[in-house]
Nanobody
Framework: QLQVVESGGGLVQPGGSLRLSCAASGFTLDYYAIGWFRQAPGKEREGVSCISSSSSGGSTKYADSVKGRFTISRDNAKNTVFLQMNSLKPEDTAVYYC????????????????WGQGTQVTVSS
């Protein structure tokens, strides 16, 4: 069956780094669009970074708030998508979700169909 599992979250100090992983089973990730979304307490879920399927060019998108700090990448051999997060700020604190979409080309929730359980990222001194 199709499963998506996020990992790599944790507690870091401002300016630190984390790498989140989105591992897939039951399907091949490079055929799909993958999105990273996050939700902080009391806030709506927002798109952080997304990558289109390889057949669609593997293009990437980033929220303005994370440009230059976060990088999304795909490792087909591991059937995993990563989100490298550098220069973390307290406002990055949220639960981060990996999502999978068949036709997604952008980074909006409605483009994605399958969602992981989320991994907590906390940035605090």
């Amino acid at each position: 069956q199709l499963q998506v599992v996020e990992s790599g979250g944790g507690l870091v100090q401002p300016g630190g780094s984390l790498r989140l992983s989105c591992a897939a089973s039951g399907f091949t990730l490079d055929y799909y669009a993958i999105g990273w979304f996050r939700q902080a307490p009391g806030k709506e879920r927002e798109g952080v970074s997304c990558i289109s399927s390889s057949s669609s060019g593997g293009s990437t998108k980033y929220a303005d708030s994370v440009k230059g700090r976060f990088t999304i990448s795909r490792d087909n051999a591991k059937n995993t998508v990563f989100l490298q997060m550098n220069s973390l700020k307290p406002e990055d604190t949220a639960v981060y979700y990996c999502a999978v979409g068949l036709y997604g080309l952008g980074c909006r929730e409605y483009e994605y169909d399958y969602w992981g359980q989320g991994t907590q990222v906390t940035v605090s001194s």
